[in-house]
Each structure stands twice: as C-alpha cells, then as structure tokens.
C-alpha cells in the first residue's frame, strides 16, 4: 500500500515546480541577518541555499499569519544538558508529526511505504547540512555502514526500532537522493521512532565525521586528537564529536532550524538560524523566522519568578501549576500571557515499585499485585488533587487519557479509589498482618515495612505528594521514606536495584492511537522504572540485565511484538486494549492524577504559538510540532 503521504507531497512538489515555472509573486526573502555575509561572498544568496524543492508552509491555510525575519527568542533553562530541548523544539525530522498527530514528511521530499514493510525516502534535491554540504544519501550510507554497523561504535549491535524479530533491514542507496529500507515482515515502530523527541538518527555527516573514524583518517591524526581530547579511544571520540541531540558540539553540522554556537560548559548559549534551512514560508521567506535563540542557564527554583520578570519568551519547562497565580501577576508589568495547555502524560508523577530490586525480600513482596493493589487503594487521590491541583485535575492510574481512542473508563479507575478497608484486607492475605509496637507491618523476614522512595529531588510537588501519601500509607501500617537525590544518581540507583520504589512522571505518551508504539506499555527500556533490567535486557539483545520472569510482563512483551507484525489497524487496536487492560490489573505502576494544566508563558508579541495546546514530551515534542521555525515577533 502507498500512503496518502506520497500523493500530498507529489502534489506539493507540482506545486512547487509550478513556482519555479511562474515565479513568485515576489523574490525568495532572505534573513537581514545575512546581509553582510551574502554581501561579503562568503554565503550564498538564498536561492543557492534553499533546496531545489523546499518544504512551503502556507500559514494562511493552516490559520495563522506569515511572520517577519529577526528577533532573539529568549528561552530559560535549568542546566546546560537541556540545550538538548533544541533538537526537541525545532523538531526537524525526516518524518514528523504535524499538530493533528499525523505522519508528514519534513526533511524529506517525500516518503513511500509498502505493507509497513518497504520504506522509500526521497531527499530533497539540493539540500544541504548547516556548513553547506550537501545532504545526499551518503549521509545515510555513512550513518549505516560507518557508525550504526561498528563494533567499536555499536557494541551492543542494532537499535530496536531498526530489527524486526531480530532482522535487520536491508538497505539500498539507490541514487544520491534515493534511499530504502526493508525487512520481510512489517516494521510499524519505524516511522514513529524517526518523528520521536529523540529521534532515531538514520544519518549522519560523514563529511564532518571522518576525521575521526580510522577508515578515512590516519591513525596518527586520530591518536592525536584522542589524547588532546582526554578520549579514551577514537570510538569514544566519534561518539563525543556526534551528538546531535546533545547540541554540544559547535562544529557539528545539523539539519535544524537553529545551530548552537556556544561551547559547553556555559552559562548562556546562543543557536543561530541555519543559513541552508529547507523550510519557507508561502511568500518565499526562508525559515525560521527568528533569527537567533538565546538560552540562559539559572537555578531551576528560580525560572518562575525570573519568568514572571520577563525574562523568557516562551516558557513551559521548569513552570507548575502552582506557578500559574504568580505568573499571572506579572502579565501586565511584562507584557506576556499566561496560557494553560493540556498534558500528554498518563500521570501527572506516579510511582514505580522496582521489580527488578536486589532485596530479595522486597522482589517478591512487590511482585505480587495484590501489594501494589494495595499501595494504590491507600493513596487519596482526591485530597492530592485538592490540595496540591486546587481540584483541577484527574484522579486516576498512569495509563491512556480519556481524549484517546484507545481509552476505557475503568483504565482510569481501576484499583484508584480510596478504601483503606480493601487494601488492609489485601495487605492481611499477603501474611502482613503482624505489626510492631509502632503499628508497622511486619514483612516475612520480620522487618518492618518501612519504604524507601528514590526521587530526583527536582520540585517541590514531589515533596508536598509524598507527604499526603506517606500520611494515608501509615494507617495501613507502611511507613514511606523518601529520599532525593542528583538525577544521574537516582536513575543509577534503580538501574542497579539498589531501590525499592522510584516517583517519576507518568507514561508519555497517554493520547495515543492504535498504529503509535505500545512499546512504553512493555518491558523495552532500561529507563521503565518499574523494570529497569528487564528492559535492558531487551535493549542490548539479551547481552546486559535479566530476562522477564514474571507472567504478565512476559505477557506484555509478546503483545508488543504481536502489534509490530499486525498489518491491519483493528488488529493493532485489539492488541493494544489487551496491553492496557493487563496495565489498569496489574497496577505495574501507580498513577495519582492526570489532566494536570500546563502552564506556558508567551511574550505577547511572540506570533503563531497556539493560544491551546499539547505540552508534553509523546506525541507533541512539547513544542515541537507546533514548528517554532514559524513563530515569529510582531
């Protein structure tokens, strides 16, 4: 089957050949930002930079307004490493999202699908990296023989998204700017991982690249550039010189709307527009818009009130609802509004009891569902939601949100009320009824029953939660101790076992469809927190971490790979609503509220960002699909 994607682009691209044949109302507009430099001949004119097909955005038919270059976006972050949200919010893929949640091709002409199984990619004629190579399929023949295919580079072998029962695809440069993929059964998760926040690269700038890899470089030059780079070999030099996501590397050519400019560690960063951009607006005005984005570091306790002071331009990260009064007062004084977005988690925090933990004692407690059953039933929902949301939000599990269509209402409810009485009788039948002289439940190996929840000490909220529910967990007889800690540290913690129980923001994506990935819902990533090792162990191919053992998630793994070889999509729902019933039973995670508003902060002369939106990390790449290249300043 070809997808509907193939004949909107053909005609995109007839569109655009027609252009070329009447001209343009008016000439291709290029940034004031590179005036001096086309002047100077060191940068091309903008009709040498753009490709032969560039991808039109008509935001007249989309209902907004065709901006104006210039400008410097100010945006606050909490750390350096979150320069990363760049890659995030500029949201240039091959395939991506647009805001409906339907597949278009970006960086791509034009893409072909057959049966989920064959995927054809045209890439635009003339287009080119940021330092103004050309982007041809050598950059996936680099990325996929060069990189992808080292055992120095990949020991672990193959990303997840590129094998299908253990196959990996054949691939074919079929010209310079045709290449395919194939596999003998369908690879559904493929598209989606190329439009994911941290997408699955396919390729990379060889170009750039080869001086560091010892098939095109000397090895004395390497050698040499591996000890002035404190490296311990030339792999772990490639892989310091390419991390796209990480944006921390300056001289790493991109395909992004803004390039960093700014050498790590630093306190502000500055991305600048991408000269050789592939995307314009319908009267011929290269994008993005905006020609620089400045992004300060500062405490995250104080992003708030540095907001409220007018310090950002567009804010949603490190922002609570709790912020939402305070911000507020300031909209006036600093000329921004206050907006409130819906969230696409599942579970505004939840709590992740490891199953993986190396305390013996603990594993088999909380293996058994009627614990978590009970933990669950003893957390009032409704007083977190009071207290900490001022009622706004949805008390429920960590699963699909009600504007999914994969939803069911006792998705929601199920094992989420409040009822002390059940979860005390199911914490009698799991042999916990001894108690001590505190009142504490006294487990088999006669300790008391005593929690040690990990968190990554980031908020506030997590702090004034646990608080309420370590007061409702104490007339059960369970005593819960949290304990904060670095982020990295944290999740080494879980990874490792060392925890019993971890809070974390609940499943990403909770809008989702049939044909997005069950794969959050399935042991399949070391990051799962309530199956750290299980999860490895699929990642490395059965290399690092212990095979699932226990029969539901053993169930839930197998239910994912029945979604990948599916090929119709009542099939792929089916298989889905078995995932989440197991998930609403099993209670593998226990979510607390839902639906928790978002605030997002934008300088009231920012254009184009949707007074309404999606704020989370699936599907909607936080702003990302909203394609930031497009907002503009009046």
Do not use: C
């Not at 990303?159 to 010209?175: C, H, T």
């Amino acid at each position: 089957m070809i997808t509907r994607n193939h004949f909107a682009n053909a005609l995109l691209i007839f569109t655009l050949t027609l252009f070329a044949q009447v001209g343009f109302a008016q000439p291709l507009i290029d940034s004031p930002y590179f005036a001096e430099q086309v002047a100077a001949g060191q940068l091309p004119a903008v009709a040498q930079r753009l490709p032969q097909q560039p991808a039109v955005v008509d935001f007249a038919a989309a209902g907004k307004r065709a901006g104006q270059h210039g400008g410097t976006l100010r945006l606050l972050m909490g750390k350096s490493k979150d320069i990363r949200m760049m890659m995030v919010y500029g949201y240039a893929r091959l395939v991506g999202y647009d805001e409906n949640l339907n597949l278009r091709a970006d960086l791509l002409a034009d893409y072909e699908v057959h049966a989920q199984r064959e995927f054809t990619f045209h890439l635009r004629a003339g287009h080119r990296w940021s330092d103004g190579a050309p982007f041809t399929t050598e950059a996936f023949r680099y990325y996929w023989q060069d990189i992808i295919n080292s055992k120095d580079l990949y020991p672990f072998g193959l990303p997840k998204q590129l094998l299908v029962d253990g196959e990996a695809p054949k691939v074919e440069f079929i010209n310079a700017t045709t290449v395919k993929y194939s596999w003998s059964k369908a690879n559904p998760d493929f598209l989606p991982a190329l439009a994911a926040p941290r997408p699955l690269f396919l390729y990379a700038p060889g170009h750039y690249l080869k001086q560091f890899h010892p098939k095109y470089s000397p090895t004395a030059d390497i050698e040499r550039q591996v000890k002035a780079a404190g490296a311990r070999n030339w792999a772990g030099l490639h892989h310091r010189k390419n991390h796209p996501y990480k944006n921390d590397n300056p001289a790493l050519p991109v395909l992004q709307p803004w390039v960093n400019s700014t050498r790590p560690p630093a306190e502000r960063f500055i991305f600048k527009r991408n000269p050789y951009y592939h995307r314009m607006d319908q009267h011929g005005r290269q994008l993005p818009y905006i020609d620089e984005v400045a992004i300060h570091i500062t405490s995250a306790s104080l992003i708030a009130a540095k907001t409220a002071a007018g310090e950002s331009d567009l804010q949603g990260r490190y922002l609570r609802l709790d912020n939402y009064t305070f911000l507020k007062a300031g909209e006036t004084r600093n000329d921004f509004s206050v907006r409130l977005w819906r969230n696409s988690g599942g579970s505004q925090l939840a709590l992740y009891p490891n199953l993986n933990s190396s305390d013996p004692v603990w594993r088999k407690l909380v293996r058994d569902r009627r614990f978590r059953r009970a933990l669950s039933l003893g957390i009032h929902r409704e007083e977190i939601n009071q207290v900490i949301y001022y009622g706004l939000a949805t008390e429920s599990n960590n699963n699909v949100l009600a504007d999914s269509a994969l939803f069911k209402p006792r998705y929601q409810t199920a094992w989420s009320r409040y009822d002390l009485a059940e979860a005390n009788r199911l914490l009698d039948e799991l042999n916990l009824a001894k108690r001590s002289a505190r009142g504490l439940r006294r487990m088999e190996n006669d300790a008391t029953l005593e929690i040690v929840l990990h968190t990554a000490g980031e908020s506030t909220e997590e702090t004034d939660i646990l608080e309420l529910i370590g007061e409702s967990w104490r007339k059960l007889g369970i005593k819960l101790h949290s304990k904060p800690s670095q982020r990295e540290v944290f999740r080494e913690r879980v990874f490792a076992g060392e925890t019993m129980m971890a809070m974390w923001g609940g499943v990403d994506n909770g809008l989702p469809s049939a044909n997005m990935s069950p794969q959050e819902f399935a042991p399949t990533s070391q990051t799962q927190l309530q199956w750290p090792k299980w999860g490895q162990y699929y990642e490395t191919s059965a290399q690092v971490g212990e095979p699932p053992d226990l029969p539901a998630a053993m169930e839930l793994l197998n239910l994912y790979h029945q979604w990948r070889r599916a090929n119709a999509a009542d099939q792929r729902k089916a298989i889905w609503q078995k995932i989440l019933d197991i998930h609403s039973e099993q209670v593998f995670s226990i979510g607390l509220i839902s639906n928790v508003p978002q605030p997002v902060v934008v300088n009231n002369r920012l254009r184009n960002v949707p007074q309404e939106g999606v704020y989370g990390w699936l599907p909607t790449a936080y702003f990302g699909v909203y394609k930031p290249d497009g907002f503009w300043f009046e």
